[in-house]
């Protein structure tokens, strides 16, 4: 018994020592680093791939669910879903949908499951009263829909049945869906967190000398906002760059700035300050990272700094406009503590003694 009680401490010690738990409130799940969610699409008829990617909303842009080969001239029920990285409290969702060329939704259904099999249909449910196409429509951010069965799920899909949505362009499928978003409360592991997220962390941004110059980049949410991007033209110029205060020092490894669905860039420099905001560094050992489908997302991971001011500048590339949705910011895996390593060190002992 006191061999197993060790054990159980020295995985307990380690476990703690390599990660901080850090709560969070009313957070938007896919802030998550982008292997911790999945997406997937299915109905009546089964699977599919969609038009587009699924991936492409789980980054706030457009897909058709499913394509139009499964779509069925709008005959069936079909759904699209976002998995998790383990179960999460939910208590709302922000969806938003893509319509037009034909295409409608009246009103639609969220499921939540812990298996991707078995769902919990009806969680909640939204009825526009009426047939709602304008491009981009929904329940958004602050505005999102309260769940009236609120728990903890892996998984969170939107779901439409027949009668809830009119199909449109043979071309693409329908409906449409740009962004799934589950929200909630919980704990996540340090290097999981956004540190940019406003409401949890207090953050502040500003622009400097942007055409589009929104400033909602840290409110967490990555849905396609026309009205608040954040940039400019092609390549920017020096005195052009978004701006980021965490509030307070944080070590950070990893950057992914959210692209507008339209307008987007190619890339970008990431810089920080060793001086509290005298002057900026551009990080070192930069590698690059599309997620999805363009414009999707951009991300950097570089060597590790610390600082409390960070600037995106010198977009590059936009066709013809490099523009942003969101900005998230990562810290890297912490390295183990000496009390870890001496911790592990007796984990090894105690497993070579009961072999």
Do not use: C
């Amino acid at each position: 018994m006191t061999r197993l009680l060790t054990f159980a401490a020295a995985l307990a010690l380690i476990s703690s020592t390599l990660h901080a738990s850090v709560a969070v409130t009313n957070y938007n799940w896919l802030q998550l680093p982008p292997a911790d969610v999945t997406t997937l699409i299915g109905g009546h008829a089964g699977g599919g791939s969609g038009n587009d990617s699924p991936i492409d909303y789980r980054w706030g842009d457009w897909a058709w669910i499913p394509n139009s080969t499964l779509t069925n001239s709008g005959a069936d029920s079909y759904w699209a879903a976002v998995r998790l990285d383990q179960s999460r409290n939910i208590k709302k969702v922000s969806v938003q949908f893509w319509l037009g060329e034909g295409t409608s939704v009246t009103a639609f259904h969220i499921d939540g499951s812990n298996d991707g099999t078995g769902w919990t249909n009806d969680i909640g449910s939204y009825n526009f009263g009426s047939a709602q196409s304008t491009a981009r429509t929904g329940l958004l951010g602050a505005s999102a829909l309260t769940l009236t069965n609120p728990g903890n799920y892996q998984y969170v899909r939107v779901r439409f049945e027949p009668g809830e949505y009119a199909y449109g362009s043979a071309a693409r499928g329908g409906p449409g869906l740009i962004a799934l978003e589950p929200i909630g409360d919980g704990t996540l592991a340090d290097n999981q967190v956004n540190w940019l997220n406003k409401s949890n962390f207090g953050t502040t941004v500003s622009n400097s000398n942007l055409a589009f110059s929104g400033t909602r980049y840290n409110d967490g949410f990555l849905y396609d906002d026309e009205g608040v991007r954040t940039g400019d033209q092609g390549t920017w110029a020096s005195n052009q760059y978004m701006q980021m205060n965490l509030g307070a020092p944080r070590t950070i490894n990893q950057l992914i700035g959210v692209w507008d669905s339209g307008w987007h860039g190619t890339g970008f420099d990431v810089q920080y300050s060793p001086d509290g905001g005298a002057t900026y560094l551009s990080v070192t050992n930069k590698a690059a990272t599309n997620y999805a489908t363009e414009p999707g997302a951009k991300g950097y991971v570089f060597d590790d700094a610390t600082s409390q001011y960070w600037r995106i500048a010198s977009g590059t590339g936009g066709t013809p406009w490099t523009l942003f949705n969101q900005v998230l910011m990562f810290s890297p895996t912490p390295e183990p503590s000496g009390l870890a390593l001496l911790a592990l060190a007796a984990l090894t002992t105690l497993r070579r003694r009961r072999i």
